[in-house]
């Protein structure tokens, strides 16, 4: 079992749908990043939790500590939002990412 | 503008031929890291690095070497290149650790096939 995993694998919307990728984790962390992934290969950092919620545009990204969970809301999707989305995860020592498989997200006109 | 700025983007070479893959940062960052991307398997850490001359293994280093002699490069060594190191190469810088509030940072990615 890895130790961050990601769900749905893929996932295909109409633009404006509610969408919600979930990541689950079985380790305790320091951090929780959420990436995106762009379709020529590009990384950009969307957010970075450590508890609670945090908001950027029309993406929400929340984590529960406890539950060892997180998700990436995207409200009003509109075709751009396509890409992958990677949950990562900061252990509680050292200074290693590990990293789930990923979501790829697919939002038509 | 802040950059991580990897070289070369796209690179096909024989096996066995020794290859450099350059990664540098305009940030002043003291972490540094690379990755590989596979299919299936998602991002795997190679190296990384805190701070000049302190460098650290990842997951799967096997077959890679690292330097880090100054703050701002940290180029990827492949002494002797195989077919199973054929990948998508990702340099990442952040202030510190990659937590408490330090941003992430990817290059564009580096393309490597080993034929």
């Known amino acids: 079992k890895n130790e961050v995993e990601q769900s749905p694998q893929n996932l295909t919307a109409q633009e404006g749908e509610f969408i919600t990728i979930n990541c689950s984790y079985s380790?305790?962390?320091?951090?929780l990043h959420w990436l995106q992934q762009h379709p020529g290969g590009g990384i950009v950092s969307l957010f970075m939790?450590?508890?609670g919620k945090k908001k950027h545009g029309r993406l929400i990204a929340t984590i529960n500590i406890q539950e060892k969970h997180s998700s990436l809301h995207i409200t009003a999707s509109h075709p751009r939002d396509s890409a992958v989305y990677i949950c990562?995860?900061?252990?509680?020592?050292?200074?290693?990412?590990?990293f789930g498989e990923g979501t790829q997200l697919t939002v038509n006109p | 503008e802040a950059q991580v700025t990897q070289n070369p983007r796209y690179l096909i070479t024989v096996t066995g031929k020794k290859l450099t893959v350059t990664c540098s940062q305009n940030?002043?960052?003291?972490?540094m890291s690379w990755y590989r991307q596979d299919p299936g398997l998602g991002l795997r850490q190679i190296y990384y690095s805190m701070n000049v001359e302190v460098t650290d293994k990842g997951d799967v280093p096997e077959g890679y070497k690292v330097s880090r002699k100054e703050k701002r490069n940290f180029p990827l060594i492949l002494e002797s290149p195989s077919p199973n190191q054929t990948s998508l190469y990702f340099c990442a810088s952040s202030l510190s650790v990659p937590a408490f509030g330090n941003t992430i940072y990817f290059g564009e990615g580096s393309w490597l096939t080993v034929v």
């Open positions: 990562a995860v900061k252990g509680t020592s050292g200074s290693r990412l590990t």
């Open positions: 940030m002043n960052h003291e972490y």
């Open positions: 380790v305790g962390i320091s951090a």
């Open positions: 939790l450590s508890s």
